[in-house]
């Protein structure tokens, strides 16, 4: 019977991606927090002092590393950029560093990582291949997926998901887009030119279980659908799916007043995402139109 563990385990796609392995009988533990290590199985760290229970992590088939603080939560100051980065970075480095070290090492490890990569490209149609952005984000992520990388060095075949929206009305961006909708103060955020590219959380899932999976599947993927959207169109499709209006835009410059380079990063970012390695490997997407994509998660969950 297969074996996994998990970093980030009690977030949004970690709580799914439990809840869908142990449906299928795999065994499926947690790394938590020292003081919070309550469940049989939980395997104890502490990465910012880089403690980890090596023992404990010894007989694992996949390592899936999910850790990382919030982006969207507070402004982005000089001391909560340095948490965004550490709880990435370091992390990453920690947990690298202690699977070269067990006896008998997963057979793949899983990172996230997100299409802030890309830093913000205009129309560009960006691909694994894609060079990273020069802004924070982007920075951070090339030095996250850096650390990630190193497991391959150690003969642990490593696969980095780069990571779109991800709709879901349990977390993530959605429900906070979806707060001026219900409001009846929704509407396009900028220019509303910028390129959305999204996901929904059952794919998310499913792609990492193929990740876990298929041997062949290594390196970079860009875990998005291959229909990116401009976030005028996004506003209009959600409006209508919520059956309130859309006619209160957010112009750029009063959002970077109110939230600072997070406004930029998070909110004006154009990435127009393509999928091109899930899509040379015909992975079968449950969801690709973004209509149905946002019923699901909005009205008939």
């Not at 900028?190 to 899932?205: F, H, N, P, R």
Request: aromatic share 6%; net charge positive; charged share 20%.
């Amino acid at each position: 019977m297969a074996r996994v563990l998990i970093s980030g385990g009690s977030g949004l796609i970690g709580s799914a991606l439990t809840a869908a392995l142990r449906a299928d009988g795999v065994i499926v533990n947690h790394m938590v927090r020292r003081k919070e290590a309550t469940s049989p199985g939980d395997v104890a760290w502490t990465p910012t002092s880089a403690i980890v229970d090596i023992a404990a992590m010894e007989g694992y088939d996949a390592v899936v590393h999910l850790s990382g603080a919030n982006l969207a939560q507070g402004r982005w100051t000089k001391s909560r950029k340095q948490i965004l980065r550490n709880s990435r970075v370091d992390t990453t480095r920690v947990l690298v560093d202690a699977l070269a070290r067990l006896q008998k090492k997963p057979s793949v490890f899983i990172c996230a990582s997100g299409i802030g990569y890309y830093g913000s490209r205009g129309d560009e149609i960006l691909t694994e291949t894609s060079g990273n952005g020069s802004d924070f984000l982007g920075m951070v992520c090339r030095a996250w997926e850096a650390e990630a990388a190193r497991a391959a060095t150690n003969g642990i075949r490593t696969v980095i998901t780069r990571l779109g929206v991800i709709l879901s009305s349990h977390g993530g961006a959605l429900p906070a887009m979806v707060a001026p909708f219900k409001l009846g103060l929704g509407g396009r955020l900028g220019s509303g030119k910028q390129w959305m590219s999204w996901i929904t959380l059952q794919d998310v899932v499913a792609i990492i279980r193929c990740a876990i999976d298929v041997p062949s599947w290594s390196g970079p993927y860009n875990v998005v659908t291959p229909s990116p959207i401009q976030n005028s169109e996004f506003t209009r499709v959600l409006a209508g799916v919520l059956h309130r209006p859309a006619f209160f835009a957010a112009p750029a410059i009063p959002l970077r007043i109110a939230l600072g380079e997070m406004a930029d990063s998070l909110l004006l970012a154009s990435q127009r995402v393509e999928p091109a390695k899930l899509q040379a490997a015909a992975y079968r997407y449950h969801q690709e139109n973004l209509e149905a994509a946002l019923f699901d998660a909005l009205v008939k969950h």
